[in-house]
């Protein structure tokens, strides 16, 4: 059965920096892309980066720059380095593992992220 | 970036009716749509994938079709577990994209 499991969240100030996590269970890890996709009430569900099985990496235009992805593919975790943290960077963040037709087969439970001074 | 138009953005029925949920994308996206189900508080869940393709275990009243640049879900007869938000998603291209969402709610 595969598994996300999502942590990290927190309530930060703006300016701050943050590291979520994802550990992955019941594939295998290494050989499928891995994502991060955000939800907040008003701008709904928004893609914020994939890294790929070879470890390229891709980020949506609202975090590049300020995000990194990256994966442990020994200890199955996904992370999503977040620097310069802004308000409209609150949302829940979902990992999700990626089909190999790049569409999300597998989301994780969410972690909350709050932004606010 | 490819803009993901769904419609209605709210749509009321009762239990035993047709359902169809519209998805336009503002350009060709050659198939490359999932359909996701969510329910409050929880994650999203894949229905479909491909436009037309069911995803392993979703029961067989959930279809998909479409082509180029229009897509539609539909529910042949809705079931009480059916009430929940939706969403379409283009994975052509990135940014991969979402549409705003279907928020189906029981007449």
């Known amino acids: 059965e595969v598994q996300l499991v999502e942590s990290g969240g927190v309530f930060i100030q703006p300016g701050g920096s943050l590291r979520l996590s994802c550990a992955a269970s019941?594939?295998?890890?290494?050989?499928?892309?891995m994502s991060w996709v955000r939800q907040t009430p008003g701008k709904g569900l928004e893609w914020v980066s994939t890294?790929?099985?070879?470890?390229?990496?891709y980020y949506a235009d609202s975090v590049k720059g300020r995000f990194t992805v990256s994966r442990d593919t020994s200890k199955n975790t996904l992370y999503l380095q977040m620097n310069s943290l802004r308000a409209e960077d609150t949302a829940v963040y979902y990992c999700?593992?990626?089909?190999?037709?790049?569409?999300?087969?597998?989301w994780g439970q969410g972690t909350l992220v709050t932004v606010s001074s | 970036d490819i803009q993901m138009t769904q419609s209605p953005s709210s749509l009321s029925a009762s239990v035993g009716d047709r359902v169809t949920i519209t998805c336009r994308a503002s350009?060709?996206?050659?198939?490359?749509l999932a359909w996701y189900q969510q329910k409050p508080g929880k994650a999203p869940k894949l229905l479909l994938y491909?436009?037309?393709r069911l995803e392993t275990g979703v029961p067989s009243r959930f279809s998909g079709s479409g082509s180029g640049t229009a897509y539609t879900l539909t529910i042949s007869s809705l079931q009480p577990e059916d009430f929940a938000t939706y969403y379409c998603?283009?994975?052509?291209?990135?940014?991969?994209?979402f549409g705003q969402g279907t928020r189906l709610e029981i007449k």
């Open positions: 019941g594939f295998a890890f290494a050989s499928f892309a």
């Open positions: 999700a593992k990626e089909a190999r037709a790049y569409y999300f087969e597998y």
């Open positions: 998603q283009q994975y052509y291209t990135t940014p991969y994209t």
């Open positions: 350009q060709g996206i050659t198939n490359s």
């Open positions: 890294i790929s099985e070879s470890g390229s990496t």
């Open positions: 491909a436009a037309s």
